[in-house]
């Protein structure tokens, strides 16, 4: 059994995706929430999928050893960072090598960095005319937005879209893709992916 911790920040679309995606398989298994945000939505979400949600201080985040114990409590084999907004410790990344992974709402490298997340990202897009944006899944590194890149897919931005008809498109991609990924990537490393 492959165990996955879903790191969330926010509304959590993702993470419900995820969960529904991998209910009907045997193999992998999404094991529990974390958040930094007690009022996250993605709580509601955890609670109807029945999978346990946790919220943590920003400073057990930054310390790691909280967090650590609980990836340890669940087994926890690989990380999903879903709408995730602060930066993940040396501690917890050295604890899972090429095992953390992160969804970005547009073009990497374009549009990426500290600041660049949900909203702020379409309105970027939108202001600087691009024609095209999309949905960047990657593996993290110490650097926001930076780690090598798993996939890409695009859609077009049309002269009249406004930020928020772009944010649906990259939203319809992001479901139609996310969990797709995350099973190609626990397949291909599935001979080292578990530990325990
Ligand atoms: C998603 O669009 C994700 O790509 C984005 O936050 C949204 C979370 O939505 N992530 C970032 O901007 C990271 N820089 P959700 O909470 O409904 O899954």
Redesign the pocket.
Known sequence: MTNIAIF?S??????ENIANYFASHHDINIAVIISNKPDAY?HERAKQLGVPSFTFKKSDFDNGTVILNKMAEYQIDFIVL??FLLKVPHSIMEAFPNSII????ALLPKYGGKG???DN?HNAVKNAGETETG?TIHYINENY?EGDIIYQAMCEVADLDTPQDIANK??TL?QMHFPKIIEKILRKNSKNISKY
């Not at 992160?102 to 709402?105: K, L, Q």
């Open positions: 969330a926010g509304s959590g679309s993702n993470a993605v879903a709408g992160n969804i970005h709402p660049m997340y949900g990202v949905i937005d990259v939203h992001e």
